[in-house]
């Protein structure tokens, strides 16, 4: 076994290295990635944990691990059993980006009767799939890491706060705040539709700051006005479609992208 | 004579995605060699449906964590082309910048992260950290460059937030792209020493006859569009995918598997290199030939080598590239789109070889049918044929079933397969 305690120190007290297991459901493995990305801070971020279980990165993990970070959504029986052994072995149990938090953009396909959609895509050929849910729709979830992709910078907050024992909160303020602190033209007078004053902040307006309107990847904010919003859009001169687009989009918006589906039904009627 | 020998390996590490590896040698014969992909379809072609066209390579780009510049170009290109919309040169620059950075942080990814292990005995980069901190901080170093200027010009590198149709919603700054110089030079210095390292690594001598597909490059090594080539002769224009590809269904993969003019056929860096040899950068060529990789090289371990080839090539293009863009003006209009009906194809080389994406869209720009092609999807196949040969090839040469293992694993590590791609 190795020196759980080989990780340095902070302000002279030597830190815990948890020990840390990365899995993937129905994702592009791209959060995963992004743990591997910010090559600067890559190795005192690894010093952090003791990485025992990481598939797309090291060959001969275990299951005796104290933290489990899961990205994707689950829509198969293997999945669920696979997400219920991880709980099972898992003191914390984070997951990882829009997929695991939401469904993701994975949902996206449930807004079809799945006969068709499995014909669509594989003709008469037998293929198993169900609806894309989060991980909280099966297990108990502790911790939420928000987006898609996830923001490493993120990720070693987390990480870093978890390993000093430090509470781990998430802004309960909106993208737009960011999107302001950091003096970018709005969206809106750029003529783009953009979620970001509903959308949960934490990211730093990572779209906007490139002129790219906020798609709500990391869900909604803490009391988000969606309704006052649809309205400014619509004031804006956006379209109904492309509002619901937005909304839809990574399913952290699903339950008022429902309530717009069913009062454009009634409006329609 | 080895007799008897049971491989399992199920969800097979150090790869994208979630493969199984199946031997059986039974009495001195090879019964099963199987590569199995049991990934959890995600449905984008169906997902796609009814959506207008500003969502798609938004959406499309997510089929990929690893390249997903190179999905949401193909995107791009596929509307672009339904649209009747031609980009302008300097987005079509900054475009291939981003492509060429792609290429170079994903090869290098496979290269030290997931091919490497295996030559140094270790099961991750990770212990490379403490052991050869030197060789890690080089790897880092070079990814760190390609990330970086995908952040530059895309917005971020994973998921790209500038790139749209028609070209870019923000260009870079040129005293952002000047520190790139200093650090592309770098990097050339950095993929020699790679060089050696992968110089010093036994490469398992196997090959098998194949035929490889890529795009047919004209004055350049091909990486953004163009036609379609084979070893075997087959020429077809980028509309005519579905002619190179011939998808089908089989019971031991949720991804498609596709076929040419054999069985099955190969794409990667080792098909474009086979096929496009003396496009390359004379640098490139030069590191080819030192590891004597020259066209037809019909061994898959090579496709490793072949990606180190490509590192060398898209960093002294990217330098080229770089100087035009200091050069010019960067400053552009972003073009008004105008959706119309028709359909469009995409086809985009990325790191793991030919991407293909093809919308048709209603007079609105909804789509009403989608289909993608993946590198790993058409190169299945390939891998399947490859496992069955290399088993009987260690069953003549006697190997122990560790050392069999060992090959298995590297066999299928050397496609660099993205198998959640794949499926989508």
Redesign the interface.
Known sequence: MTDRNAGGTFLGVPLYRPRTAFFELASCEGCQLQVLNNEATLAPFLGLLEIVNFREAMTGGTDDYEIAFVEGSVSRKDEEDLLKEIRGNARVLVALGSCACFGGVNRLKDRFDPDWTRKTVYGEAPVESGRARPLEDLVAVDLKIYGCPVKKEEVEKVVTNIALGKAVVSPKYPVCMECKANENICLFDLGEPCLGPVTRAGCDSWCPNSRAGCWGCRGPAEDANVEQLEKIMQEHGFAQETILDRLECFGGFARFAEAFRRRRREGAE | MKVDCRIDIR?L?????HGNILIRIHDGRVQEARWEVV?????F????????W??VP??CG?????C?VGHTLASIRAIEHAFGIVPSGLTEKLRLLLKHMETLQSHI?HLY??SA?DYLAA????PL?ESSPDV?ARA??I??LA?DLVDSVG?????P??T?VGGF??LPEKEELVPFRDRLKKAVDDLLMTAVLFGSFAVPEFSRETEYVSLKGVADYPFIGGDLVSTDGVLRGEDEYREMTNEY?V?QS?AKWARLSRASFAVGALARLNNNFDLLHPLAKEVALNFRLRPVQHNPFMNVTAQLVECVHVVMRSMDLLEELLDGELREARPKVSPKAGAGVGAVEVPRGILYHYYEFDDTGHVRKCDCVIPTGQNHANIQHDLEELAADCLRKGMDDGRIELLAQMLVRAYDPCI??SVH
């Open positions: 969800n590490t150090r790869v994208e995605g990934e959890t379809p995600r449905f072609e169906a997902m796609l449906v009814g959506k207008r500003e969502n938004w959406i997510r089929i990929c964590g690893i997903s990814l992260f997931l292990p099961g991750s980069v990770f950290i890690v880092m170093r990814k760190q990330n917005g971020r590198r994973m998921h937030t500038r749209v919603t923000m269904i019971p949720t959640s791609c």
